[in-house]
């Protein structure tokens, strides 16, 4: 079945620096890409819908100049956290619609960051 | 108020009990709703869309009413691999149908 690859699964960085996390989209095209965060104990949040060849859709409180998304190609999106603080330690989860799974939504399989 | 609502728990139960999860949604726009199940450190997984018809998949049933923008969820003869987080979830109205989780109830069944 369809399949969001997210790369990497876990990372751990130090502060100010920056972390890109990568969501490929095997055996269809990801137009749109959902990204989601979530704390511990708390529930998705979405920041933030990219769409390929233009600017992503950022939700009210989520900061576009530190959370930057980049949604180039049909197949590829990036999230990068720059200059990454400890309270940016969440699991940071991409899913696009489209895919046979999930009525029509593929999640990946998140990334878990911890800054220190 | 948040989007969507839910008790969250712990829900300890039995194997073998019935357990029921409730869920509201602010939005009455919402067009479509889902559960979903999220075990630590993991994605999320659909376990089923709700329909206010009401439907069920094997021991579990859930159930959508519209006018009390209300949904459930109820799992009978829990089994152990039934412990995991429940995430009710609805489909905003809109041009990307972004999905708006709710923030889950955990449930734990013991032996």
């Known amino acids: 079945g369809a399949v969001v690859s997210q790369h990497p699964s876990w990372v751990i960085c130090k502060s100010g620096t920056s972390v890109k996390i990568e969501c490929r989209s095997l055996?269809?095209?990801?137009?749109?890409m959902f990204w989601y965060r979530q704390f511990p104990k708390q529930s998705l949040m979405l920041m933030a819908t990219?769409?390929?060849?233009?600017?992503?859709?950022?939700e009210q409180g989520v900061e576009k100049d530190k959370f930057l998304i980049n949604h180039a190609s049909l197949t590829l999106s990036t999230l990068t956290v720059t200059s990454a603080h400890p309270e940016d330690s969440s699991f940071y989860i991409c899913?696009?619609?489209?895919?046979?799974?999930?009525?029509?939504?593929?999640f990946g399989s998140g990334t878990r960051l911890t800054v220190v | 108020r948040k989007e969507v609502e839910q008790d969250p728990g712990p829900f300890n139960v039995p194997e073998g009990a019935t357990v029921a999860f409730n869920c509201t949604y602010s939005?009455?726009?919402?067009?479509?709703f889902f559960w979903y199940r999220q075990d630590c450190r993991k994605e999320p997984k659909l376990l089923m869309s709700?329909?206010?018809s009401g439907n069920e998949d094997g021991r579990f049933t859930a159930q959508l009413n519209r006018a009390s923008q209300y949904i459930s969820l109820l799992i009978r003869d829990s089994k152990l691999s039934d412990s995991a987080t429940y995430l009710c979830?609805?489909?905003?109205?809109?041009?990307?149908?972004?999905?708006?989780f709710g923030a889950g109830t955990r449930l734990a069944v013991h032996p």
């Open positions: 899913s696009a619609p489209g895919g046979a799974s999930n009525y029509g939504y593929t």
């Open positions: 055996d269809f095209q990801a137009t749109t």
């Open positions: 990219s769409n390929e060849g233009s600017k992503a859709t950022y």
């Open positions: 939005n009455s726009a919402s067009q479509s």
């Open positions: 709700v329909y206010s």
């Open positions: 979830v609805v489909m905003a109205r809109g041009g990307y149908n972004k999905l708006i």
